[in-house]
C-alpha cells in the first residue's frame, strides 16, 4: 500500500449522503444564489448563523465538562453549575438551533423505499405534500413552544435548585429555532419545485407508474387518510386508537414523511382525540424541552464529534495500513487486517456506514491486487462495518440507553466483550475460509517489510489509541462518567487530529476540517434529538391509549417462552433492519416492547446489546441489505475493483458465512447473557 492512499481516508460527510436518507431525496436543497428570491437567501444563512451557535455550544458544552471533571478529579473543586448549564442551556442551544440547518442540509432521516424512483412530475407532487405537512406540524409546535416563551419571560422563569440559572432565554431560543425551521421547510418546498422544474430526466431509471413501489405508495396515502378520518370522526376504544396510531406512522413513514414527523404528527394526533389539547401542548412544551436537556444524552455530540475529527484528520487511514503490515501474511491476511481494522475503527468513531465506505476504499483494492476473489474481498468490509455500533463509543448504544432507561455507561462497557468476540470470530471465519479455499484468498508471499517499517506504522496508530484508551479506560475504572468520558475523548481526538493528522503542518486546512467537522456534529445531533421528541411524545400518547399496557397483558398471559419470544423478535428486528434506519428501530420498537422485556425479568443492558447485533446484521442480510448495496456501489469504481467486474451477488456470497456466525453469536448470547452482562456487572462504571 503506498503512502498516497493511506492519505486520503473518506470522511464522514458523504458517506451517508443520498444513502439513509435517500439518494433522490428532495429534502436535500440546493445552496441559494444570486438568482434565489432574497427571503431564501436571508432565511438560509439565518439557518447557517444558528447552526454556528450551535457548533459554539457543543464546543463550550465540551469544555465545560472537561474543566469540571478535571477540577473535581485534580483540585476536589468542580466548576459549579456544570449540570445545570450543560442540560438546560448549552444542549437546548445546540438541538434547537440546529434543526433549520439540519433540514437545509437533507440530513433528517426518513425512508424512501417507495418515492425515491417516482417519476419526476409526481415525486415533486409527493415531495411538496411531504413538506406541506411537515412545515404545518413544525409551525404548530412553534407557535405553542412561542405561547410558553412568552408566559416564560414574563414570570422570568428559572431552574430552581443549588445553582439558579435562567431559564425564559432559553424558551426563547427553542421558539426562535423551531420558526426558523419551518421557515427552511417553506424554502425546501420552492427549491424542490424549481429543481423539478429545471430536470428533464431523472438521473436514476424511472419506474413505470403502475409499479409495485407506485402502488404500494398509493395504497399507503389512501388508507393513511382512512385511519385519520377514522381516528378523528368514528367512536373507539382507546387501545383501537392507539393501534391504528402505529399503523399510522409506518404509512406515514413509507410515504416518505421524515422518521421524527411521522412519530410527532401520530403523536399530536393520538393526545389530542385521547386526551384533549391542553394535554397536547402540556406535551409539546415539556417533551421538546426535556428531550434536548438531559445530561446522560450530552454525550451524544462528544462521541458524534470526536469520531468526525479522527476520519477528517486522517488517524483512522492509519489503522489499516499498520494492520496489513502486521497481519497480512496469515492465512487470509489482508481481509483479517480489514476486519481487525473495522474493530478500531469502530472503537474511534462508531460509524457504521463511515467505516464500510473507508475500509472499501483502501481494503478492496489491495485484497483484489493480492488475488482475493470480489466476493471475500466485498463481504469483509460489509461486515466490519457492523462492528461500527456495537463496540463503544456508539451512539446507538447511548441512545438506546436513553429511550430503555438504563445507565449509559454500563450500556457501554456491556458491549466491550461481546464487540471483541464478534471481531475474533469473524477473524477466524477468514482464517478458514483462508486454508479450506486457498484460492479465494491467497497467502501472501514474504515482503521483506523491515521490522522497523513495521513499528513505525504501530507508532502511527498510537495517537488514535490514545484516544480510545482515554474514553473506555476513563469509563471503566470510575474516574469518568461516559458522559465526562464523550467530553474527554472529543477534545483528545482535536488534540492529537492537529498534533498528528495530515493537515498538521497546513493550519488553514486543519481549521477548515475542524470547522467541517464541527458543522457535521451540529447536524447529527439536531437529527437524532428530533428523533428524541418524537420518541417522547409517541410514548405519551401510546401510554395514554393503553395499548402498551393491553400489549404486554397479552404476551404475559399467553405463557410463552422468554426464549421463544426473544427469537420472534430476533426476526422481527432482522426484517426491520432491511428497510429502516438503525436509529428509528430502537427509537420505534424499544418503548413498545420494554414493558413486555420487564415483565419477563429480561436485563435492558443485554436487550441493548442484542437488539444492535441485530439491526447492525440486519445491514447486510439478503434481499435487501443496505450495507452491501453501499459496498457493492462503491465497488463500482475503477480505482477501487481494478478493472474486475463484482456484482451484488458477489456481495451477498461474501457476508453470508458472516452472517450465519453472527446468528449463532446471537443465540448463544440469548442462552449465555452473561457475556454482555458480567463486565458491567463487576466494575463501578458510572
Known amino acids: 500500500m503506498t503512502t498516497t492512499s493511506l492519505q486520503h481516508p473518506d470522511d464522514m460527510a458523504g458517506i451517508a449522503e443520498g444513502i439513509a436518507v435517500g439518494e433522490s431525496d428532495a429534502l436535500r436543497q440546493e445552496a441559494p444564489d444570486e438568482q434565489s428570491p432574497l427571503w431564501e437567501r436571508i432565511i438560509t444563512r439565518l439557518s447557517s448563523v444558528s447552526a454556528i451557535l450551535a457548533g459554539l455550544s457543543i464546543v463550550v458544552l465540551g469544555l465545560q465538562i472537561v474543566l469540571d471533571a478535571?477540577?473535581?478529579?485534580?483540585?476536589?473543586?468542580?466548576?459549579?453549575?456544570?449540570?445545570?448549564?450543560?442540560?438546560?442551556?448549552?444542549?437546548?442551544?445546540?438541538?434547537?438551533?440546529?434543526?433549520?440547518?439540519?433540514?437545509?442540509?437533507?440530513?433528517?432521516?426518513?425512508?424512501?423505499?417507495?418515492?425515491?424512483?417516482?417519476?419526476?412530475?409526481?415525486?415533486?407532487?409527493v415531495e411538496t405534500v411531504i413538506l406541506a405537512l411537515s412545515f404545518i406540524m413544525i409551525s404548530f409546535l412553534a407557535y405553542y413552544l412561542t405561547l410558553d416563551a412568552i408566559q416564560s419571560v414574563k414570570v422570568r422563569e428559572i431552574v430552581p435548585g443549588?445553582?439558579?440559572?435562567?431559564?425564559?432565554?432559553?424558551?426563547?431560543?427553542?421558539?426562535?429555532?423551531?420558526?426558523?425551521?419551518?421557515?427552511?421547510?417553506?424554502?425546501?418546498?420552492?427549491?424542490?419545485?424549481?429543481?423539478?422544474?429545471?430536470?428533464?430526466?431523472?438521473?436514476?431509471?424511472?419506474?413505470?407508474?403502475?409499479?409495485?413501489?407506485?402502488?404500494?405508495?398509493?395504497?399507503?396515502?389512501?388508507?393513511?387518510?382512512?385511519?385519520?378520518?377514522?381516528?378523528?370522526?368514528?367512536?373507539?376504544?382507546?387501545?383501537?386508537?392507539?393501534?391504528?396510531?402505529?399503523?399510522?406512522?409506518?404509512?406515514?413513514?413509507?410515504?416518505?414523511?421524515?422518521?421524527?414527523?411521522?412519530?410527532?404528527?401520530?403523536?399530536?394526533?393520538?393526545?389530542?382525540?385521547?386526551?384533549?389539547?391542553?394535554?397536547?401542548?402540556?406535551?409539546?412544551?415539556?417533551?421538546?424541552?426535556?428531550?434536548?436537556?438531559?445530561?446522560?444524552?450530552?454525550?451524544?455530540?462528544?462521541?458524534?464529534?470526536?469520531?468526525?475529527?479522527?476520519?477528517?484528520?486522517?488517524?483512522?487511514?492509519?489503522?489499516?495500513?499498520?494492520?496489513?503490515?502486521?497481519?497480512?501474511?496469515?492465512?487470509?491476511?489482508?481481509?483479517?487486517?480489514?476486519?481487525?481494522?473495522?474493530?478500531?475503527?469502530?472503537?474511534?468513531?462508531?460509524?457504521t456506514i463511515g467505516i464500510s465506505y473507508a475500509l472499501g476504499r483502501m481494503a478492496i483494492p489491495e485484497m483484489l491486487r493480492a488475488g482475493y476473489k470480489p466476493s471475500l474481498a466485498t463481504g469483509v468490509v460489509a461486515m466490519a462495518g457492523t462492528l461500527g455500533q456495537l463496540i463503544p463509543p456508539s451512539v446507538l448504544l447511548v441512545v438506546y440507553a436513553g429511550v430503555a432507561a438504563v445507565p449509559v455507561g454500563p450500556q457501554l462497557t456491556a458491549a466491550i466483550l461481546p464487540g471483541i468476540i464478534v471481531a475474533v470470530l469473524y477473524a477466524l471465519v477468514i482464517i478458514i475460509q483462508g486454508l479450506v479455499r486457498p484460492d479465494i484468498a491467497p497467502r501472501a508471499k514474504a515482503t521483506g517489510v523491515p521490522m522497523k517499517v513495521k513499528l513505525k506504522a504501530l507508532v502511527g496508530i498510537i495517537p488514535l489509541v490514545v484516544v480510545i484508551f482515554i474514553v473506555i479506560f476513563g469509563m471503566l475504572s470510575g474516574i469518568f462518567t461516559a458522559t465526562e468520558a464523550g467530553a474527554f475523548g472529543a477534545l483528545a481526538a482535536i488534540v492529537v487530529g492537529s498534533a498528528f493528522g495530515e493537515e498538521r503542518k497546513n493550519p488553514k486546512q486543519l481549521f477548515k476540517k475542524l470547522g467541517q467537522s464541527l458543522q457535521e456534529t451540529v447536524t447529527a445531533t439536531a437529527g437524532i434529538f428530533l428523533l428524541l421528541i418524537g420518541v417522547n411524545m409517541l410514548g405519551r400518547s401510546m401510554t395514554m391509549s393503553g395499548v402498551l399496557r393491553t400489549l404486554t397483558d397479552w404476551v404475559v398471559s399467553l405463557g410463552m417462552?422468554?426464549?421463544?419470544?426473544?427469537?420472534?423478535?430476533?426476526?422481527?428486528?432482522?426484517?426491520?433492519?432491511?428497510?429502516?434506519?438503525?436509529?428509528?428501530?430502537?427509537?420505534?420498537?424499544?418503548?413498545?416492547?420494554?414493558?413486555?422485556?420487564?415483565?419477563?425479568?429480561?436485563?435492558?443492558?443485554?436487550?441493548?446489546?442484542?437488539?444492535?447485533?441485530?439491526?447492525?446484521?440486519?445491514?447486510?442480510?439478503?434481499?435487501?441489505?443496505?450495507?452491501?448495496?453501499?459496498?457493492?456501489?462503491?465497488?463500482?469504481?475503477?480505482?477501487?475493483?481494478?478493472?474486475?467486474?463484482?456484482?451484488?451477488?458477489?456481495?451477498?456470497?461474501?457476508?453470508?458465512?458472516?452472517?450465519?456466525?453472527?446468528?449463532?453469536?446471537?443465540?448463544?448470547?440469548?442462552?449465555?447473557?452473561?457475556?454482555?452482562?458480567?463486565?458491567?456487572?463487576n466494575l463501578d462504571v458510572k
Not at 439540519?102 to 425512508?111: A, C, L, S, Y
Request: with cysteine; net charge neutral; glycine share 8%.
Open 162 to 351: 443549588s445553582f439558579p440559572l435562567a431559564l425564559w432565554p432559553i424558551t426563547v431560543l427553542m421558539a426562535f429555532g423551531m420558526w426558523l425551521y419551518a421557515a427552511q421547510i417553506l424554502v425546501s418546498i420552492t427549491s424542490s419545485l424549481r429543481a423539478a422544474k429545471r430536470e428533464k430526466q431523472s438521473g436514476a431509471e424511472q419506474l413505470p407508474l403502475l409499479s409495485a413501489q407506485n402502488v404500494m405508495l398509493g395504497i399507503s396515502v389512501v388508507v393513511s387518510i382512512v385511519i385519520t378520518i377514522c381516528v378523528l370522526a368514528v367512536p373507539m376504544s382507546r387501545v383501537t386508537t392507539g393501534t391504528l396510531l402505529i399503523v399510522l406512522m409506518v404509512l406515514l413513514l413509507l410515504c416518505g414523511l421524515t422518521t421524527a414527523l411521522a412519530m410527532i404528527v401520530t403523536a399530536a394526533l393520538g393526545l389530542w382525540e385521547i386526551v384533549g389539547m391542553p394535554a397536547l401542548v402540556e406535551a409539546i412544551e415539556s417533551v421538546s424541552f426535556h428531550s434536548a436537556a438531559s445530561w446522560s444524552l450530552s454525550v451524544v455530540p462528544m462521541f458524534v464529534l470526536m469520531g468526525i475529527v479522527l476520519w477528517r484528520t486522517g488517524l483512522t487511514a492509519k489503522v489499516f495500513y499498520a494492520a496489513r503490515l502486521w497481519l497480512g501474511g496469515m492465512p487470509g491476511g489482508l481481509a483479517v487486517a480489514t476486519n481487525f481494522s473495522g474493530a478500531g475503527l469502530a472503537a474511534a468513531s462508531g460509524s
Open 561 to 681: 417462552p422468554t426464549v421463544v419470544f426473544l427469537l420472534a423478535i430476533m426476526v422481527l428486528f432482522l426484517i426491520l433492519g432491511m428497510f429502516m434506519e438503525s436509529m428509528s428501530i430502537i427509537l420505534l420498537a424499544v418503548p413498545i416492547l420494554a414493558p413486555v422485556l420487564i415483565a419477563m425479568d429480561v436485563d435492558m443492558l443485554w436487550f441493548g446489546i442484542f437488539v444492535v447485533m441485530l439491526i447492525e446484521l440486519a445491514l447486510v442480510t439478503p434481499p435487501v441489505g443496505m450495507l452491501t448495496f453501499i459496498v457493492h456501489r462503491l465497488a463500482q469504481d475503477k480505482d477501487v475493483n481494478l478493472g474486475q467486474k463484482i456484482s451484488l451477488i458477489d456481495v451477498f456470497k461474501g457476508v453470508m458465512p458472516f452472517v450465519f456466525t453472527s446468528i449463532t453469536f446471537i443465540i448463544v448470547l440469548i442462552f449465555f447473557p452473561e457475556i454482555s452482562t458480567w463486565l458491567p456487572g
Open 70 to 125: 478535571g477540577g473535581r478529579t485534580l483540585f476536589n473543586s468542580p466548576v459549579p453549575g456544570t449540570l445545570e448549564l450543560v442540560s438546560n442551556w448549552w444542549m437546548v442551544i445546540a438541538v434547537f438551533l440546529g434543526f433549520a440547518f439540519t433540514q437545509f442540509k437533507g440530513e433528517h432521516i426518513r425512508v424512501t423505499l417507495l418515492i425515491e424512483k417516482l417519476p419526476v412530475i409526481w415525486s415533486t407532487a
